[in-house]
């Protein structure tokens, strides 16, 4: 299972991300859980999970009839 933006680029480990104007590298993706580690580009470099939809991507394993009901 991985997970990809939408324009169908996976989404790989040290991608670079913006959310909410902040700057933020992919750290990691959890399967079970459905989160995006993401690991803050400021001092503090704090880890934050966010859901695929906040940086426009989604699982691939979604039926087909499903992605287009799935909120991005």
């Known amino acids: 299972m991985q997970i990809k933006y939408t324009n169908g680029q996976p989404v790989q480990h040290g991608d670079i991300v913006h959310i909410k104007n902040r700057a933020y590298t992919v750290d990691s993706c959890d399967v079970k ?14 880890l934050r999970p966010f859901y695929p939809r906040e940086i426009g991507a989604q699982w691939d394993n979604v039926h087909p009839l499903f ?5 991005l």
């Not at 992605?67 to 909120?71: A, E, Q, R, V």
């Open 33 to 46: 859980s459905g989160y995006v580690y993401a690991r803050s580009m400021c001092e503090a470099h704090n």
């Open 67 to 71: 992605k287009g009901l799935l909120p």
